[in-house]
Nanobody, 115 residues
Framework: QVQLVESGGGLVQAGGSLRLSCAAS????????MGWYRQPPGKQRELVAA???????NYADSVKGRFTISRDSAKSTIYLQMNSLKPEDTAVYYC?????????WGQGTQVTVSS
């Protein structure tokens, strides 16, 4: 079992910044991919950004150049630095841990961007 605890969501004006954190604990394998997904109101959950244990990253086109994912492997923690936020970034953001298809989710943190 892997437990994921997210923090850092909140309300921000358009153009502002937020930093999300996700701390993993439990049976963590060294080879894994962790990432952030989001689910806007009334829409499906979508990938925002992911990072492998060797630091390879992947971003949704809609956030490239604005969001940066990083990880501190010693702390089993990932971060999502979100800059130049837009109202369309409003969503519940979920942390994900994946090890060869064995996937775990955090409880989600709300990000609201006002115009």
């Amino acid at each position: 079992q892997v437990q994921l605890v997210e923090s850092g969501g909140g309300l921000v004006q358009a153009g502002g910044s937020l930093r999300l954190s996700c701390a993993a604990s439990g049976s963590i394998f060294s080879i894994n991919t962790m990432g952030w997904y989001r689910q806007p109101p009334g829409k499906q959950r979508e990938l925002v950004a992911a990072i492998t244990n060797i630091g390879r990253t992947n971003y949704a086109d809609s956030v490239k150049g604005r969001f940066t994912i990083s990880r501190d492997s010693a702390k089993s923690t990932i971060y999502l630095q979100m800059n130049s936020l837009k109202p369309e970034d409003t969503a519940v953001y979920y942390c994900n841990y994946d090890h060869y298809g064995s996937s775990y989710w955090g409880q989600g943190t709300q990000v609201t961007v006002s115009s």
